[in-house]
Nanobody
């Protein structure tokens, strides 16, 4: 089992940037894909971005393409989400997740380990 801890959330004005980080511990020997999901109040958890073990493959939700970038450092067991040009509709709790095997997925059910989440609030 992989334990995940997110950091970097906060309050930012529309058009600003934030960088989320997720640190993995425990059974970190790969391969495993990593993903970011988010959940706004009253809404279902939705896919944001994912990255394969080798970082050779990435996926993004259409709503964040061109604004968000996912990256990982396997030596440090971390995965980051750089968020630029933030919009009020990006406001949500952001969750880091790990998925066994190297290839990515957009489905929350494919990810077996989850962090506790970090709040991102974008003001207009």
């Amino acid at each position: 089992q992989v334990q995940l801890v997110e950091s970097g959330g906060g309050l930012v004005q529309a058009g600003g940037s934030l960088r989320l980080s997720c640190a993995a511990s425990g059974r970190t020997a790969g391969p495993y894909a990593m993903g970011w999901f988010r959940q706004a109040p009253g809404k279902e958890r939705e896919f944001v971005a994912a990255i394969s073990w080798s970082a050779g493959s990435t996926n993004y939700a259409d709503s964040v393409k061109g604004r968000f970038t996912i990256s990982r450092d396997n030596a440090k067991n971390t995965v980051d989400l750089q968020m630029n040009s933030l919009k009020p509709e990006d406001t949500a709790v952001y969750y880091c997740a790990a998925k066994g095997r190297s290839f990515t997925s957009t489905k929350p059910g494919d990810f077996g380990s989850w962090g506790q989440g970090t709040q991102v609030t974008v003001s207009s």
